[in-house]
């Protein structure tokens, strides 16, 4: 009887340990993850402001904000986005794309997908239902549900973009109410279809629009740039590249091996983007797009999105990334640039998404004229969108 009673006494430590963790742990992670160079409010110049504020349409390929505990419906102290701050920065159009999985240790040269995954401690940590615990595509599943939440809270203001007519639609109620904005689902790394293509058909259901095969380890897609095996697309990643061409689905290969890109243009018959991802002819490094895919992929009418992080541009950032779409402009045109922030994505940029302005002062500083940052800041992904959602 007294064993029984003190090993009540124990369970309930725990239960009690646990609870006090869930509601700490979750957002200093995201705070201390999630870190920006200089916070908020940002002062730029007259003239950039201007320009600014003059945009129709503002768009990024890539905010991980969903894998966070952070109600996105509300103004936060911390983080990189939330649906206020959107409106702040007068945003047309975000990527929300979906994290399921994260090896420890996290390189860019070599992660085996076998590494302890620090995702499942995160799930565990900010108490989401068990079943996302033991399940990538249930993880994928709940994040893309929270977005739908949040929109369906932020009653008129927030759309979620799953096609062509939901994109005029965002267009046509920004002209009118300039605090409308919307999203749309992406996938960071096919593992969360755990190799079966009925997920990819479920996923869809859900409301993912954009899936990139691999992220930093090997899937059964195919070889991560930061894998093991480097390899190609697998016979099963051919098959659901062409299911998503069927399905009108987007092709991201961020965070892909060069030969599974080169596989991916070969197999797609549609335009692909990279959403978020730096340059080799700015800065060399695995991670960085060659300058023979940023051609072939602009060829084909594709976008690159260029990523604010230490590793997918030189620091300072905001120059870097400059930096980063002058390359790509000199070899390939403005019409293929889009941002690809990675916001809230486990990386420290230069500012939150209000700091956009920043981007724009730092454009016009190096020389780009009006009407290519208007491309760049979202024309481009807008034009992009209207020709490739279902
Ligand atoms: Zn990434």
Redesign the pocket.
């Known amino acids: 009887m007294k064993k029984f009673k003190w090993l009540a006494i124990v369970f309930v430590v725990l239960i009690l340990a646990y609870i006090v963790t869930v509601i700490i742990a979750p957002n200093e992670f995201d705070k201390n993850l999630n870190e920006t160079k200089t916070l908020p409010p940002y002062k730029v110049s007259d003239k950039a402001l201007a320009l600014y504020n003059s945009l129709d349409f503002i768009a990024d390929l890539?905010c991980?904000a969903l894998l966070w505990n952070r109600d996105l419906t509300v103004k936060n102290a911390f983080g990189h986005v939330d649906f206020p701050r959107m409106q702040e920065a007068n945003m047309a159009l975000e990527a929300f794309?979906i994290?399921t999985k994260s090896p420890k240790g996290q390189n860019f040269s070599k992660n085996s997908a076998d590494a302890f995954d620090n995702i499942t401690m995160l799930n565990f940590l900010q108490a989401r239902p068990i079943s996302n615990w033991f399940s990538l595509s249930e993880r994928a599943v709940y994040q893309s549900r929270k977005l739908h939440e949040f929109a369906a809270d932020y009653e008129d203001e927030f759309i979620v973009v799953k096609s062509k007519a939901d994109l005029e639609r965002l267009i046509a109620l920004k002209k009118e109410n300039k605090r409308v904005m919307g999203g749309f689902l992406g996938i960071?790394g096919a593992h969360c279809l755990e190799g079966k293509m009925e997920n990819l058909e479920k996923l869809y259901k859900e409301g993912v629009r954009m899936l990139a095969p691999t992220?930093?380890f090997d899937t059964e897609l195919g070889g991560s740039a930061h894998g093991i095996s480097k390899a190609g697309l697998t016979g099963f990643g051919k098959e659901v590249i062409q299911r998503m061409d069927e399905l009108e689905m987007i092709i991201d290969v961020?965070?892909a091996a060069p030969a599974l890109i080169d596989d991916v243009l070969e197999v797609t018959n549609r335009p692909i983007l990279v959403?978020?991802t730096g340059v080799k002819g700015s800065l060399d490094n695995v991670r960085n797009l060659s300058d023979e895919h940023i051609q072939k992929i602009a060829a084909n009418g594709g976008l690159i999105g260029v990523g604010f992080f230490d590793g997918a541009v030189t620091k300072p950032l905001t120059e870097g990334i400059v930096d980063a779409m002058k390359h790509i402009k000199s070899i390939a045109g403005v019409d293929c640039i889009a941002l690809g922030s990675?916001y809230d994505?486990s990386a420290t940029v230069p500012f939150d998404i209000t700091g956009l302005p920043l981007l724009v002062e730092e454009l016009l500083k190096q020389g780009f004229q009006e009407d290519e940052i208007r491309d760049i800041m979202g024309e481009n992904v807008k034009r992009f969108m209207l020709k490739n959602l279902p």
């Open positions: 890539h991980d794309t994290v960071e992220h930093f961020a965070h959403s978020h990675d994505g």
